[in-house]
């Protein structure tokens, strides 16, 4: 081979060529950020709109459906979620992977446009944004002190978080547990009522007279000046001399009517930690961000802040948690099993190679390979994340394997007297098809991961990649700096060994021989009955996929124990925010004395859902309960979890969740349904009905549904005969009473270069007993009661009508209970709720599932290609049809161990899983492609096909027992460790254990079995490999 012959006759040259390499690859090193996963855009648009005063229900026929309707036929949208909430309509469009989010939110922005004027007149504009789910929160701190809350707040909105938004890569920053302050007019309606005037009319005096006008330019001699027209108000006192009206000829000023006050907007959300009040910020980076940068410089920034004692007096500044302590730690655990596998490997090739000259000819393959892989990731603009890892600590061991084919033959070579050099060329130019048949069965099984048209496929193409890389790589060093390394330092006659060494040396010799001369009695003997034997090998198989696999189950993705979790609690929807924060102190509490507890961030007012998705309600909170490492505690994660389910079962009239937070920020159930329908009645109904049932299974837990009971609403219906009379529109009645009941806001305030919104609303401590009094104002300016023009009605409204491609649903969420893979429970679910539903209403999955669902079709399609390429490479090297044909059943062979192995260690069948198994097609044919080859040799020095076969095998069977065992042992860090983000490896890394063990015992015996079963003698004139 031109490589080889080249490394051995210019060896400084081909060095140097690979020094610089290495360099290139250290130099990049530092140069690869740190991240959870890789950087993959994903087009979604968010439309939101404000309708004040709107119920769910009036929001879903006048606003939702007509929005529906404009942007529903986009070229490219994948799912329209609608969310009708009070007061607000909430959608998100998700498009279809590839489809550039900036053009779909000017399709959106185009087709909004048009239907603007059907709208109420009273809703606002819509609000149209691109949303990055990249953005996501990845730091928490928390502002605490011992001044007032609003005193806190106000620090954090317009000087701390000033100070955090201005560092490279942080896009916002979020902030929770107080309100910003206003200027509060509060009036009282009992004077405005003696002195014959109305809240409209207050409303229109402030209105006139708090105003800001350019009214222009003027010259005065070569200048230009500006002229504006300024009548804001400039303090309380000015603000509280505008007269408002006459009674019995005397001026009316609105300080003799109201109260004016800074006061903080009415709280609809508190935050703790630890129990202490404060105020949370939470740091969002930009989608195309590196998190771990990020979270060191703001990290920085929060220290010198501290440090530098730049906080008011009394207040502290407390890191709360952040994903880079995760991803840091699960990068450090996958470079410990990487070099630990590199150790092992090295080992075991020692135990073999008898001396350390050839182990570390072997072993330097694996660094250097590894190394030089980090500039083309650079270049390609990867990070260290868990799929480029995943690539890097599963090609450990099978980076050796080219150097042990190579190495092996050499030896041979040296053996049969020729010097260093010679031996370096001829046998590494020997070997060169069948180590570059086995490199490229590794590479091609990736070029269909690369081409997967699903979300899951964009995040394996920089493992595909990665993978590629390594192996390309240690192709060439096996080639180039394996043959320079061996012409050097193996000679004829090797050092005597110490005594230590040399008893093991006999006694793994002895070891070896026993193996081996049993293995190669068995084989001889199964040749003998290979019927039998293929038999056995078929019922093996059906064994595997119709007993074991159904008993492995699948999920989408393994749980990462993070050390976090969030628990949602929800009160009944008529709790005050006092109520809730009552109740959710003494949960608080209660978790914080739970074991392996750090701390405890709170949040009562909203909670995160699913991508792009919250909730908002005084009744519900969210408890972030930061747990010890798992490295540095006893419990599991789902030990944890079920402790803090039993700690909370007692809680009443609550509905408690307990869920690990998710890549994207906030947390959500593995399994997602919604059940279709037009009535809504009956869809919460089925959703009730289909949760309770499927709680008495067993089989999940965290059971919940999206159906709430309504939340106390008072309609007024006004008397329009009355309001005719008066010529009084019913729209301008709406208007007022949210002026007169929630406030509305007339113009702002300015002090120093801050700015206040004004909001004029009644007196806080009167209450429902006012409304009947709420005075109006005829067109003559006769005051008028509430009550008079019309009927107050106590009632109840939906929390908020969910909606999915134009379709009212209803939703029911649960996560498997142990030991139940995800898609078993979609198989329970479906059997469960189906016979539930009437006729024309329907079931369908969201969430994970659905996700699922598409990765695994994505893999099946994949899997049947790689096979299928894997094949054709095979053929073109070889020149023959049938000898791929029968190296190709190795293929089978894994899967068999594959199963088994995860049906062991008790580990669902996931996208890892299959990973694993696609991996395991480029490697399981590299032991039958050598059998092959040296087969072909044997053949052509004259031996009969059956004697031929079993040469061959016994030829081969010591570099396939250590290339399997190097690469098992080069795995086994990555699948056995207990470190952090170790769950993901230990998925793929069993898998491709369990398949490489099964798929080596195996071939040794069914592929001389097969070839000898079906091997014939050709007829004459004709091919004999045509025949076989």
């Not at 309380?236 to 019995?248: C, K, M, N, R, V």
Request: hydrophobic share 45%; net charge neutral; proline share 5%.
């Amino acid at each position: 081979m031109f490589l080889s012959h080249a490394s051995v006759v210019r060896p400084i040259a081909m060095t140097c060529l690979i020094i610089v390499l290495v360099l290139f690859g250290l130099s990049s090193y530092d140069k690869i950020g740190l991240d959870s996963f890789p950087d993959v855009e994903i087009p979604y648009v968010t439309v939101t709109t404000v309708y004040p005063g709107a119920s769910p229900a009036e929001i879903e026929v006048d606003v939702a459906k007509r929005l529906e309707d404009a942007v529903g036929t986009i070229n490219g949208l994948k799912t329209m979620k609608t969310t009708c909430m009070e007061n607000v309509c909430q959608i998100l469009l998700e498009f279809q992977l590839g489809e550039s989010v900036d053009i779909a939110a000017m399709d959106v922005r185009e087709r909004i446009d048009k239907v603007k004027k059907d709208l109420p007149a009273a809703a606002e504009a819509p609000e149209i944004l691109k949303f990055d789910p990249n953005a996501t929160p990845v730091i928490t701190i928390m502002l605490t002190g011992d001044l007032p809350i609003d005193s806190i707040y106000d620090y954090a909105d317009e000087t701390l978080a000033n100070k955090l938004s201005t560092i490279s890569g942080v896009a916002e920053v979020q902030i929770a547990g107080g309100e910003q302050l206003e200027l509060r007019v509060t009036l009282d309606t009992e004077k405005l009522s003696a002195c014959g005037l109305s809240v409209v009319q207050v409303l229109k005096k402030l209105g006139d007279a708090n105003v800001k006008v350019p009214v222009g330019r003027i010259r005065q001699g070569i200048q230009e000046i500006n002229v504006t027209y300024d009548s804001e108000f400039k303090d309380f006192a000015d603000l509280g001399s505008l007269e408002i009206g006459t009674f019995q000829k005397r001026r009316i000023y609105l300080r003799d009517v109201a109260k004016i006050s800074m006061e903080s907007e009415e709280k609809r959300s508190l935050a703790f930690y630890d129990g202490q009040p404060g105020v949370i910020l939470k740091i969002v980076k930009k989608g195309d961000s590196n998190a771990v940068r990020v979270i060191d410089s703001v990290r920085a920034e929060v220290e010198r802040i501290n440090r530098d004692r730049e906080l008011p007096s009394g207040m502290k500044l407390q890191w709360v948690r952040d994903s880079g302590s995760f991803i840091k730690a699960s990068v450090d655990d996958a470079w410990s099993s990487i070099v630990i596998g590199v150790i092992l490997t090295a080992a075991i090739l020692f135990a073999f190679l008898h001396e350390v000259r050839s182990t570390f000819i072997v072993a330097v393959s694996m660094p250097v390979s590894i190394v030089v892989s980090f500039w083309v990731m650079q270049m390609c603009g990867f990070t260290f994340n868990m799929f480029t890892l995943l690539a890097l600590g599963t090609s450990v061991g099978t980076l050796v394997t080219n150097s042990i084919v190579v190495i092996e033959n050499i030896a041979k070579k040296l053996d049969q007297g020729m010097d260093p050099k010679t031996a370096s060329d001829i046998g590494a130019g020997e070997v060169a098809v069948p180590v570059f048949a086995s490199a490229m069965t590794n590479v091609v099984v990736f070029g269909p991961i690369a081409m997967m048209t699903s979300l899951v496929g964009r995040f394996l193409v920089p493992f595909a990649i990665t993978m590629t890389i390594a192996t390309l790589v240690s192709l060439f060093v096996s080639f180039t700096l394996t043959p320079i390394l061996a012409s050097i330092m193996l000679r004829k006659e090797l050092p005597e060994p110490n005594p230590l060494l040399k008893v093991f040396n006999r006694w793994w010799d002895a070891g070896y021989g026993f193996i081996a001369g049993w293995f190669n009695r068995s084989v001889h003997l199964v040749c003998r009955h290979g019927v039998v034997t293929i038999l056995l090998a078929l019922a093996l198989f059906l064994f595997s996929v119709l007993w074991v696999a159904p008993r492995v189950g699948m999920t989408f993705v393994p749980e990462d124990d993070q050390g976090e979790f969030i628990i949602k609690l929800e009160f009944p929807t008529d709790y005050s925010l006092e109520s809730t924060l009552s109740r959710t102190l003494q949960v608080e509490k209660q978790v914080r004395q739970l074991p392996a507890v750090l701390s405890t961030a709170t949040v009562i007012g909203k909670v995160q859902g699913t991508v792009g998705q919250a909730s908002e309600g005084v009744y519900l909170a969210e408890i972030t309960v930061v747990c010890k490492p798992k490295t540095e505690r006893l419990q599991t994660l789902d030990e944890l979890r079920d402790m803090f389910r039993e700690a909370l079962k007692p809680l009443s009239n609550c509905i408690v969740t307990v869920n690990i937070p998710s890549s994207a920020g906030g947390s959500s159930a593995q399994l997602e349904l919604e059940i279709v329908g037009s009535d809504l009645n009956t869809i919460e109904q089925v959703a009730n009905t289909a949760a309770n049932n499927l709680k008495l299974t067993g089989k999940a837990r965290d059971v919940d549904t999206s159906v709430r009971v309504g939340k106390p609403e008072i309609k007024v219906v006004p008397h329009r005969a009355v309001l005719q009379n008066l010529d009084l529109p019913s729209s301008t009645i709406g208007t007022l009473l949210r002026g007169s009941v929630e406030g509305l806001k007339q113009g702002t305030y300015k002090r120093g270069a801050r700015s206040f919104d004004i909001r004029v609303k009644l007196d806080e401590k009167k209450g429902y007993e006012q409304l009947p009094a709420l005075a109006f104002s005829s067109k003559e300016g006769k005051p008028l009661a509430l009550n008079a023009i019309s009927t107050l009605q106590p009632s109840t409204m939906p929390i908020q009508i969910n909606r999915t491609d134009r379709e009212r649903v209803a939703k029911v969420y649960a996560n498997p209970a142990p030991k139940i893979g995800l898609q078993d429970l979609v198989t329970i679910v479906t059997d469960t709720v189906n016979p539930l539903l009437p006729p024309g209403y329907k079931i369908r999955f969201g969430g994970q599932v659905t996700s699922m669902t598409e990765a695994f079709a994505d893999f099946a399609q994949a899997i049947v290609f790689a096979i299928v390429l894997t094949y054709l490479l095979i053929a073109a090297i070889m020149e023959s049809w049938t000898r791929p044909f029968l190296i190709m059943f190795t293929v089978p062979l894994a899967l068999i161990g594959m199963e088994l192995a995860l049906l062991w260690a008790g580990i669902p069948l996931s996208i890892f899983g299959l990973l694993g198994f696609v991996m395991l097609i480029g490697i399981v044919v590299n032991n039958a492609i050598l059998i092959m080859d040296d087969l072909a040799a044997q053949k052509a020095a004259g031996l009969p096909p059956r004697e031929a076969m079993l040469a061959a095998v016994g030829n081969k069977f010591r570099p396939i027992l250590m290339t399997s065992i190097a690469a098992v042992l080069g795995i086994v860090p990555m699948a056995f460790g207990a470190g952090i983000g170790s769950e993901t490896r230990a998925s793929c890394g069993i898998a491709v254990i369990g398949g490489l063990v099964s798929s080596t015992i195996l071939a040794l015996y069914v592929i001389p079995a097969l070839y000898i079963l079906f091997c014939r003698k050709p007829k004459k004139n004709e091919p004999e490999e045509s025949k076989k």
